[in-house]
């Protein structure tokens, strides 16, 4: 039963679907499977990935998802330094986006989407600025989800501007 003292999950979630979403290993270059760099260098440590741009910084992942399915994105934006983070969900051409989100600061996000008729998703982990202006995340999650209602529990801050960030169309 509900109460005010008890979380309950209605709905389920899928099994983890990002790869080295934690950071404890390190990135390849280009091997396609987990994170892939895209541009400028990154580095690993202690589970925060931080990106280094040159003229654009970021790392990508490519997943295989279901069409017209629900999906919950969750990232924790570790640091930042003069630039913001930057987030793309979207189809793996890079042509369409369930969210492009430019001006991440430090703190925790859920991005939750249903996919389009698309069976391969891109996300990516950027930075706004260049050269100096790194960025670090230290945790990274998709998961297929039933649940109606998401960060339930409050786990994720709802501070205004990360509620507007999170959910554009509310």
Known sequence: TLSDTTVENIGVNSDELVKNGEFSSNI????????????????????????????YGGVEQIINVLPHKRYIF????????????RIYIGDSSSQGFYYNVPSLTVGAYNFVFTTSSDTVLKIKLATTGQSGSNVSFSSTSLKQTTELITNGDFSI?????????AYPDW
């Open 157 to 165: 801050d709802a501070a205004a501007e990360n509620f507007a960030t």
């Open 74 to 85: 969750n990232v924790v934006v570790h640091s930042t330094t003069t630039g913001t983070a």
């Open 28 to 55: 390849n270059e280009s091997d396609g499977v987990g994170w892939d760099l895209v541009s400028g260098t990154q580095s690993i440590s202690s589970g925060v990935l931080t990106i280094q741009p040159t003229t």
